[in-house]
């Protein structure tokens, strides 16, 4: 077995759907036994959810003349991924516009929002209801409103609102880590139907429902001792990418 944990037999052990447990559990691990940072997981998942979307959607493949994307950030992990999600397709020539209607007061998020508005990234101030102005302005919506923290707070508003304006968008979706309006555990077989799914470190049990067109797992940074400890059996990335698709 080689340093970077990936075994180089013939068979690979199938690949493990998580529980919500147990992707808590994992993400404890990392925090208070490696000393993995919060911010520095906020910007590692970040950068790989950017990466992911460049390589589905290249800026020369997208229909509209400029590089639209509507990033929708939530008040919680999810919504902070979203936000250097959309700084790093800033970087990549891509023009995203944010969506963050509820802002946490968490000085970490509070400096995400900063680099991204310092990087001239626009913020909307209201969601149109009117479908059909997100589909002309738009070559992509990535989702990253709930992710596994934040279920309960699918019925409250203004969630409830946008996601029922998500569900009526038809340009292609984007969700980070699971759908917003998913249950981590069941699914949601009448909910967002992303056209790219980005299972964060591993992917959660939500995503065997899946069938859009493509599946990303972004795990290359767990160290091999929390991948053998709760048997991810994460597939083998190739180079030095730091998403691979399932």
Request: charged share 25%; aromatic share 8%; hydrophobic share 35%.
């Amino acid at each position: 077995m080689s340093n970077s944990g990936f075994e180089t037999k013939d068979e690979q052990e199938p690949l493990r759907f998580i529980s919500k447990q147990e992707a808590e559990a994992l993400e404890t691990e990392l925090l208070e036994d490696y000393r993995f940072g919060k911010q520095q997981l906020i910007e590692i998942m970040g950068h790989n959810c950017a990466m992911a979307v460049t390589k589905v959607y290249p800026l020369k493949t997208l229909p509209k003349k400029q590089p639209t994307v509507l990033i929708i950030c939530g008040p919680e992990v999810n919504g902070a991924i979203g936000l250097v999600c959309a700084r790093n397709l800033r970087t990549y020539d891509y023009e995203p516009t944010i969506f963050y209607p509820k802002r946490s007061l968490d000085n970490m998020y509070k400096d995400l929002t900063i680099q991204c508005e310092k990087m001239d990234i626009p913020f909307l101030s209201y969601l149109p209801t009117e479908v059909q102005l997100i589909n002309d302005a738009y070559n992509l919506v990535v989702d990253a409103v709930l992710g596994v923290e934040a279920n309960s707070e699918e019925g409250k508003e203004p969630w409830a609102t946008i996601l029922g304006i998500m569900k009526q968008i038809k340009i292609p979706i984007i969700s980070l880590d699971i759908p917003s309006d998913w249950d981590v555990e069941a699914g949601n077989t009448e909910g967002i139907k992303p056209e790219v799914l980005i299972s964060l470190s591993a992917p959660k049990r939500c995503a065997v429902q899946f069938s859009g067109k493509h599946h990303f797992v972004a795990g290359r940074f767990l160290p091999y001792d929390i991948q053998k400890k709760f048997e991810l059996n994460l597939p083998k990335y190739s180079g030095t990418e730091c998403v691979v698709e399932i």
